[in-house]
């Protein structure tokens, strides 16, 4: 189980907190780095700093008008923890954006807004903002909520129409975005491809984060020798195995089956330790995720 698994369950409220916190990080972040250099994030937030380009709202006003209704019925379609912590983040996003926002205008702080001076530092920019929302992402999905705005409309598609497809609605949206920002920020393109980055780089990040650490690799292996294998297996990967007793419906002869479970990065040598049993056979299966008990043998 993960140390965050360990901590919510010690302290079920410790998830409500930090998903808050980090909403907090992100609107400073916005507010910093985001709405001065003329660029559009993914999702709902992305239409909200748009409007907020061409009419003057507040984004966060109009971030969390947009997810309000989304969330009062997620509330009663779907799991309530996880809607409930999606509004501490739409709350504590928008709410400290206004304020953020009514804080640099009043005591003209506007010296700690970034502008990326050339299309280098605007690409450097969008890397950067796609790094912190991959990770801001990726916490608060770890902790049993979202960042809000298309995840939750996704939920909702999923739930009521569980056939649904929805990454095209997702990508939809996303290139919509894109697209409406070659519009609002001059009809130049360099806002789009920084848009585009900026999206990849969060994606790439939340993906890497939660289905590349979480995934492992299962082996099951034929052997004729079980004992001597798993003793090779626990000592130098220090990852358990399963006996099963098997037969071979071809020889007619009793054997034994081992099913272990062991981190990607772990294959090459786990093949080099198959290599010294020539009566073995194994093959492989891609793990997406891991639950329980899957810590190293001390």
């Known amino acids: 189980m993960s140390v965050i698994a360990r901590i919510q369950n010690k302290y079920p409220w410790f998830a409500y907190v930090f998903v808050s916190l980090i909403a907090v990080v992100d609107a400073l972040f916005s507010i910093v780095f985001v709405y001065p250099n003329n660029f559009a994030p993914a999702g709902i937030h992305g239409l909200a700093t748009m409007l907020q380009r061409l009419w003057g709202i507040s984004a966060g006003l109009t971030f969390l008008a947009v997810n309000v209704p989304m969330l009062a019925v997620a509330f009663f379609a779907l799991n309530r923890r996880y809607s409930i912590k999606n509004l501490c983040y739409v709350t504590f996003f928008s709410v400290m954006t206004l304020v953020f926002q009514k804080i640099i205008s009043r005591f003209d702080l506007g010296f700690l807004e970034y502008r990326a001076e050339n299309t280098e ?4 920019l969008a890397i950067g903002v796609g790094l912190f929302s991959g990770i801001a992402y990726t916490l608060t999905v770890t902790l049993g909520g979202s960042t809000g705005g298309t995840d939750i409309m996704a939920a909702l598609i999923n739930h009521y129409r569980p056939t649904f497809n929805t990454v095209w609605v997702l990508f939809t949206i996303n290139v919509s975005v ?3 920002s070659y519009f609002v920020y001059g009809r130049v393109t360099l806002p789009v491809v920084i848009s ?5 780089v969060s994606g790439a990040i939340s993906d890497r984060f939660l ?6 690799l299962k082996f099951e292996i034929v052997t004729a020798s079980p004992q001597e294998l798993a ?6 990967l220090e990852h358990g195995c399963t006996q099963v007793s098997s037969r071979g419906m071809y020889s007619k002869k009793d054997g034994a089956m081992l099913i272990c479970v062991i981190n990607t990065r772990q294959r090459i040598d786990f093949e080099r330790i198959i290599a010294r049993y020539p009566d073995t056979f194994a093959f492989c299966t891609p793990v997406k995720y891991t639950y329980g008990n899957f810590d190293k043998i001390k």
């Open 121 to 124: 530092s605007a690409v450097i």
């Open 178 to 180: 894109s697209v409406l």
């Open 196 to 200: 585009v980055l900026c999206s990849f």
């Open 211 to 216: 289905k590349g650490a979480s995934s492992a």
């Open 231 to 236: 003793e090779d297996i626990m000592t130098e």
